[in-house]
T-cell receptor
Framework: NAGVTQTPKFQVLKTGQSMTLQCAQD?????MYWYRQDPGMGLRLIYY???????DKGEVPNGYNVSRLNKREFSLRLESAAPSQTSVYFC?????????????FGEGSWLTVV | EDQVTQSPEALRLQEGESSSLNCSYT??????LFWYRQDPGKGPEFLFT???AGEEKEKERLKATLTKKESFLHITAPKPEDSATYLC????????????FGAGTTVTVRA
């Protein structure tokens, strides 16, 4: 049972280059998320998709775009990478329920922008 | 805006030495409070969800409790394999199912 799968796991970019982080989940979840994690700052939400066909900004959306390709897949694109985007990126998914919404995470993508 | 503060930032324990981690929160209508464990180089792993004050949940040596303002994660007789960063997050009724995370507490258990 794969859960949430992200690719690539590691990437080095030059300033100004573009790239897309791919994410897929096999749990039939409605909602998907992209977070970034930086030392001392915890996990911060970049974008999320509450359901297929919708996307919304989180806390730190500047410099990023997303695409909810279908129910399983949610990609994150950096159009012109900047050193401030050096971080660990986590994709996550959840099945919304009346009593709460447990979010399950992928293994992370380490991105360095030089 | 939802806020989560975890303390201490780091905790060093001897094997068998019980302790507690604190998570203080403010949220407009708590839907759920979540605890995750994160190992180095890995994604957060779900541990517990607490929904209302007074609720408690246990898993092996871990026990999570919830009040109206904070949650505690108690580690009883820890082992070296309990070493990890523990993350707390809250979800409110009015924030569209998003989680707001604290910065985490890094626990190191020495044999």
């Amino acid at each position: 049972n794969a859960g949430v799968t992200q690719t690539p796991k590691f990437q080095v970019l030059k300033t100004g280059q573009s790239m897309t982080l791919q994410c897929a989940q096999d749990m039939n979840h409605n909602s998907m998320y992209w977070y970034r994690q930086d030392p001392g700052m915890g996990l911060r939400l970049i974008y999320y998709s509450a359901s297929e066909g919708t996307t919304d900004k989180g806390e730190v959306p500047n410099g990023y775009n997303v695409s909810r390709l279908n129910k399983r897949e949610f990609s994150l694109r950096l159009e012109s990478a900047a050193p401030s985007q050096t971080s660990v990126y986590f994709c996550a998914s959840s099945k919304q329920g009346a009593s709460g919404n447990t979010i399950y995470f992928g293994e992370g993508s380490w991105l360095t922008v030089v | 805006e939802d806020q989560v503060t975890q303390s201490p930032e780091a905790l060093r324990l001897q094997e068998g030495e019980s302790s507690s981690l604190n998570c203080s929160y403010t949220v407009s209508g708590l839907r759920g409070l979540f605890w995750y464990r994160q190992d180095p180089g890995k994604g957060p792993e779900f541990l517990f969800t607490l929904y209302s004050a007074g609720e408690e949940k246990e898993k092996e040596r871990l026990k999570a409790t919830l009040t109206k303002k904070e949650s505690f994660l108690h580690i009883t007789a820890p082992k070296p394999e309990d070493s990890a960063t523990y993350l707390c997050a809250v979800q409110g009724f009015y924030n569209d199912y998003k989680l707001s995370f604290g910065a985490g507490t890094t626990v190191t258990v020495r044999a």
